[in-house]
Every structure is written in C-alpha cells, then in structure tokens.
C-alpha cells in the first residue's frame, strides 16, 4: 500500500530557484491538499483541490502555484524561492461520500531555502 | 476566522495511566473534527474523525468527545503505552470538510 506518495524527501535551494514538489496517491481520492508544518505554527493549508481540474487558494498561498494533473498527482510549484519557503511540506489526500473521509499524509518533503 | 489551540503543549506520564488531551476551537460552525498522530520525521496518521452532527467516536484504546457548543473536543488514551509517545494534534473542518485548520499539537510521552 503506497498511500500517498512525495518527492523529493530533501531539497536545499538557493534563493531565487525555482523547483516543482510532486505528490502522487494510488487511492482513487478526489480531494488533494498541500500543507506546510512550521515550528509552533501546526500545520497551515497552501491549496487544496476538490477533484481534478480544480484547485482553491487556502491560508497561505503567496508565493506558491499548484497543478491538478489527473486525479492522482497534485504538484505544488515555487517559482522563486525564499528563505521564508523554508519548511517542511505535506501532501495529503481524502475521499467524500457524502461525508469528508479521513486524509492521508504522505511523509514530507523537506525543504530548505538558502 | 477559526483558531484552533491545544492544551498541553507537552505531556509526560508513566506507563498505563489514562490521559487526556484537549482541543478547543474559536468557531463553532464546524464540519467535523479530526484528531491525527505525528511521529518524529514521519507524517500524520488519522486517528479518529467525528462528523458534526456526532458527539463521540471510539476505535480501541482511543475516545474522541466533540461539543460544538462550547468550541471543544477531547482525546482520551486509555492504559497508555510506551508506543503512544508522539505528537497529537487535531484539525477543524470547515467549508464542507474541504479546509482543515490544525492545532500546534501536544507532545506525548509515556515513560516504561
């Protein structure tokens, strides 16, 4: 059972590069999430997708651009990095039925800004 | 705007006590609550997920409590043990269930 899949695990950037963090879930969710988990902040939402071809802003997007690809893999952009951006990054993913499932977490990307 | 804060921040007890860990929220009109797991390096794991219109929910040692009312849930860990030693943190759910605003998390230790 994959679950829900990130890469890369590490990444050291310098200021101003650019890089794509890929996620990818093998259980048929419609609802995708990309979060950032800083020290005594918890966890806060960058965007999220309902289902494929849609995507909404949530607390903390600037800075950051997303891709709904199909219906498994959801990539979260940063076009010019900042040390700011320094984090670390969480994809998760979550079915409906009516009522919203659990999420699933991938384990991280985590990504320093130099 | 929700705000969601955990109370411990840190919690150490010995092997077998009961334990319980709070979560409070500033807005009431929330979809459902969810309590997840955090062990270091690793990601979140959900534990129990209480939908709005349900007051409580169970899955082996664990009991989750939810009262919309007065902007709080609980977690209760039964006969704890050395394997629950992580990070515990729970998230509101808002907008249908498709935005989730997480506490800060309380760390756990249970010590053999």
């Known amino acids: 059972n994959a679950g829900v899949t990130q890469t890369p695990k590490f990444q050291v950037l310098k200021t101003g590069q650019s890089m794509t963090l890929q996620c990818a879930q093998d259980?048929?969710?419609?609802?995708m999430y990309w979060y950032r988990q800083d020290p005594g902040m918890g966890l806060r939402l960058i965007y999220y997708?309902?289902?494929?071809?849609?995507?909404d802003k949530g607390e903390v997007p600037n800075g950051y651009n997303v891709s709904r690809l199909n219906k498994r893999e959801f990539s979260l952009r940063l076009e010019s990095a900042a040390p700011s951006q320094t984090s670390v990054y969480f994809c998760?993913?979550?079915?409906?039925?009516?009522?919203?499932?659990?999420?699933?977490f991938g384990d991280g990307t985590r990504l320093s800004i130099l | 705007k929700q705000e969601v804060t955990q109370i411990p921040a840190a919690l150490s007890v010995p092997e077998g006590e009961n334990l319980v860990l709070n979560c409070s929220f500033t807005d009431s009109a929330i979809y459902n609550l969810q309590w997840f797991r955090q062990d270091p390096g690793k990601g979140l794991t959900s534990l129990l997920l209480?939908?709005?219109?349900?007051r409580e929910q169970t899955s082996g040692r664990l009991n989750a409590s939810l009262d919309k009312s007065s902007g709080r849930s609980t977690l209760y860990i039964a006969a704890s043990q050395p394997g629950d030693s992580a990070t515990y943190l729970c998230?509101?759910?808002?907008?249908?269930?498709?935005?989730?605003?997480f506490g800060p998390g309380t760390r756990l230790s249970v010590l053999p």
């Open positions: 209480i939908q709005s219109s349900q």
């Open positions: 997708s309902a289902s494929e071809g849609t995507t």
């Open positions: 998760a993913s979550s079915s409906w039925d009516g009522f919203n499932q659990p999420q699933h």
């Open positions: 259980m048929n969710h419609n609802s």
């Open positions: 998230a509101a759910g808002e907008n249908y269930g498709q935005n989730f605003v």
